[in-house]
């Protein structure tokens, strides 16, 4: 009932200083420098589309990346942007996460993941479109300036390998023109795993053929150098999550991000990104498939793990042993969506929880986010001593445990200022 009553008490208390914020936009001289943090503490950021959520937990962040944008137009680019929040809903929503938390930079994400429709090209100056590229820079720039933000996060998934060099060329030009202003640069990344055999890939459009010394050579892996990303971006961030997609069919359920996946994208990252940029994405999320018919897979977040513990009698597992499951439940032999891809599962024992149980005729598996699984994975952060932790997402539905603990963990200074 508390926080039901925050926010109109808030909006009394600080409505004179927002009406004070409206009246005159942000100085040279309240631009924020890159916070420090008590040594050993692990930054924190998150990415968020969820506006209540960033509002009730920014305190918790070091930096925090509004979902807001993406590049116009489809498999051209203009090189303008478009956000999902109205220019008025911008500003004053920006001012009231600075308010709830002056500390915290605020810097959005432009968000792209390549498909048949929508493609990044024009946009980093493909096949020589450098007045697209540029415009695009000067958007970007002229967005922060108009609404503060303290850099931009750079979010560009699943290019095609033909891509590699001019995305890195605009990352160079941005990167200069964001510094002339004292902005941060922060690039969001694929996941890479070492490779047992290093090889050559000659991709058609590169001047130079990519040198494949990771494990999952395909499309955004491909195009995502560490070793050049960790020279330019002030902020590197893997995302470690959707290692079990929401498909049926190969690799079958399981975790978004075990524990020696996080443990293996680090060992290839450290070698390549300096740790002070690094950090490492982990999901708050799980999904929940089904194991043996045609049946539509769903997101798991707080509220449906609750729901399947509380109405469905599932069998809890956790840690989960998937091959143990499998010899002990009854009529497992029929889980087509499971079985064939067994063998991913051999030699794992999962700190993630999860939820086997039956509905509408169908037996079904849930992976799922806890604060005991998010704290095995952020102790393997600490191991290899990075910069700091992402989350994908920040939504009212993340386990609350969850940030109780990072509450704890990151100290006294970050006490909820309500």
Not at 16 to 31: D, I, T
Not at 102 to 129: C, H, Q
Not at 272 to 298: F, S, V
Request: hydrophobic fraction near 35%.
């Amino acid at each position: 009932m508390i926080h039901q009553l925050f926010f109109p008490v808030l909006i009394l208390a600080f409505s004179g200083l927002l009406g004070a914020c409206f009246l005159e936009g942000p100085k040279e001289s309240q631009k924020v420098a890159p916070p420090t943090a008590p040594e050993g503490r692990l930054f924190a950021s998150t990415w968020s589309q969820d506006f209540y959520a960033m509002m009730k937990y920014v305190h918790l962040y070091d930096e925090i990346h509004p979902f807001l944008y993406n590049l116009e137009g489809g498999r051209s680019n203009t090189g303008r942007i478009l956000s999902v929040w109205k220019k008025d809903e911008i500003d004053e929503r920006i001012r009231w996460l600075r308010l709830m938390s002056p500390r915290t930079l605020i810097i959005p994400t432009i968000f792209r993941w390549e498909n048949d429709f929508e493609k990044v090209s024009d946009a980093i100056g493909l096949n020589g479109n450098t007045k697209v590229r540029d415009l695009h820079i000067q958007n970007i720039l002229k967005e922060i300036d108009t609404y503060g933000y303290d850099g931009i996060d750079i979010d560009y998934e699943g290019m095609t390998c033909e891509k590699k060099e001019v995305f890195q060329e605009f990352l160079i030009l941005l990167r200069d023109e964001l510094h002339k202003k004292g902005k941060i640069l922060s690039v969001a990344i694929h996941p890479k795993t070492v490779a047992e055999k290093p090889s050559v890939y000659p991709c058609k459009g590169l001047k130079s053929s990519i040198q494949v010394d990771f494990y999952e050579a395909y499309r955004g892996q491909l195009t995502h150098d560490y070793e050049f990303l960790g020279k330019v971006a002030d902020k590197v961030k893997i995302m470690a999550y959707e290692l079990h997609p929401r498909k049926q069919g190969f690799p079958g359920p399981g975790p978004q991000a075990p524990d020696w996946w996080i443990d293996k994208i680090l060992e290839y990252a450290v070698a390549r990104i300096p740790n002070d940029k690094l950090y490492m994405a982990i999901p708050t999320y799980g999904y929940d498939w089904a194991l043996h018919c045609q049946a539509e897979t769903k997101s798991v977040y707080y509220s449906r793990a609750k729901w399947i513990r509380e109405k469905m009698a599932p069998r809890k597992e956790e840690p989960t042993d998937v091959l143990e499951i499998f010899k002990t439940q009854p009529k497992a032999e029929d889980w087509t969506y499971l079985r064939p891809y067994l063998y991913r599962h051999q030699g794992h024992v999962y700190s993630d929880p999860s939820l086997w149980y039956r509905m509408g005729g169908c037996d079904r598996v849930a992976f799922y986010m806890n604060r005991s699984a998010f704290e095995k994975k952020m102790k393997i952060l600490d191991k290899y001593k990075i910069r700091g932790f992402s989350f994908w997402q920040l939504i009212e539905d993340n386990d609350p445990e969850i940030h109780k603990y990072l509450e704890e963990k990151l100290g006294s200074e970050l006490s909820e200022v309500h």
